[in-house]
């Protein structure tokens, strides 16, 4: 039994709806990473510095005790993970997009530094947080990709390229 058409094309727009939500929130969460990953990593690596003291290029085993350290350890890590999602999120979309969008990492690292770290956040830092926030906002709303149209060639040099690519022979 054959279904009807505006079944079929009910089917076809519910498939293709899905798929946009399914990449759509895969984008998503990639720029969540990117913003966790990066507060977290940077967090955990300034709470292993401030255990392990000062370090010296200059002094090799002050640098290997420090990474040593499972703080410094783990924030290494989280940040090898940043770089993962961060070159993801560059493979898809433009760094005017993803930089921006990121950007938000700065609001959950002052919350960690304050809440976490116990750390002193002015109230200039917040406020320059909140601008990066509004501005986010407005980045947010463009597009996330930058296309680029090729110019129009004239018929003349795709004969030349034809009878490039085929030895001559067309």
């Given at each position: 039994?054959?279904?009807?058409?505006?079944?079929?094309?009910s089917?076809?727009?519910?498939?293709?709806?899905?798929?946009?939500?399914?990449l759509?929130?895969?984008k998503?969460?990639?720029l969540a990473?990117?913003?966790?990953?990066?507060?977290?990593?940077?967090?955990?690596?300034?709470?292993?510095?401030?255990q392990?003291?000062s370090?010296?290029?200059?002094h090799?085993?002050?640098?290997?005790?420090a990474?040593?350290?499972?703080?410094?350890a783990?924030?290494i890590v989280?940040?090898?993970?940043?770089?993962?999602t961060y070159?993801?999120a560059?493979s898809?979309?433009?760094?005017?997009?993803?930089?921006p969008?990121?950007?938000?990492?700065?609001?959950?690292?002052a919350?960690?530094?304050?809440f976490v770290?116990h750390?002193?956040?002015?109230?200039l830092?917040?406020l320059?947080?909140?601008?990066?926030t509004g501005?986010?906002g407005?980045v947010?709303?463009?597009p996330?990709i930058?296309?680029?149209h090729k110019?129009?060639v004239?018929?003349?040099?795709?004969?030349?390229?034809v009878?490039?690519?085929t030895?001559g022979?067309?």
């Amino acid at each position: 039994m054959r279904q009807p058409e505006s079944a079929i094309l009910s089917t076809s727009f519910h498939r293709r709806s899905w798929r946009f939500f399914s990449l759509t929130f895969r984008k998503y969460l990639v720029l969540a990473g990117v913003t966790v990953f990066a507060a977290a990593g940077d967090s955990m690596l300034s709470h292993g510095m401030k255990q392990t003291g000062s370090i010296s290029l200059h002094h090799l085993p002050s640098v290997i005790l420090a990474v040593l350290n499972p703080w410094v350890a783990g924030g290494i890590v989280l940040l090898l993970a940043f770089f993962a999602t961060y070159t993801t999120a560059l493979s898809w979309a433009d760094l005017t997009y993803v930089l921006p969008a990121t950007s938000l990492g700065y609001v959950l690292l002052a919350l960690l530094a304050r809440f976490v770290l116990h750390e002193h956040v002015s109230p200039l830092r917040w406020l320059g947080i909140a601008l990066i926030t509004g501005g986010v906002g407005f980045v947010a709303g463009g597009p996330e990709i930058t296309i680029h149209h090729k110019a129009a060639v004239p018929a003349q040099a795709d004969e030349a390229q034809v009878a490039a690519a085929t030895g001559g022979q067309s």
